[in-house]
């Protein structure tokens, strides 16, 4: 599909969000993780938690536990290939 520059314009954001991303993640297989499993480290409970790929190479954040509500630490670390090393801590 071709755009004239008129749509091309209206795109552009789009656009560079795919250039970004494609940055951080080349096709490959174009598969990128968007979610995993873990264990929280107060109640034991494997949970399944949502990964935003958007959110860069390393991520940082809080959120709590679904089953006992405890907050964790979730570190999130993508790999090259789209892969994500995720841990999550207790927040003290």
Do not use: N
């Amino acid at each position: 599909m071709r755009l004239t520059p008129d749509e091309d314009d209206d795109r552009g954001d789009d656009v560079d969000d795919v250039d970004d991303l494609e940055d951080e993640f080349p096709l490959g297989d174009g598969k990128v993780d968007t979610e995993a499993m873990v264990v929280c480290p107060y109640c034991g409970e494997p949970v399944d938690i949502a990964l935003d790929p958007a959110g860069g190479t390393d991520q940082r954040y809080e959120e709590d536990c679904e089953v006992c509500c405890q907050p964790w630490e979730v570190h999130v670390a993508y790999s090259r290939d789209g892969h994500a090393a995720v841990t999550v801590t207790a927040l003290e």
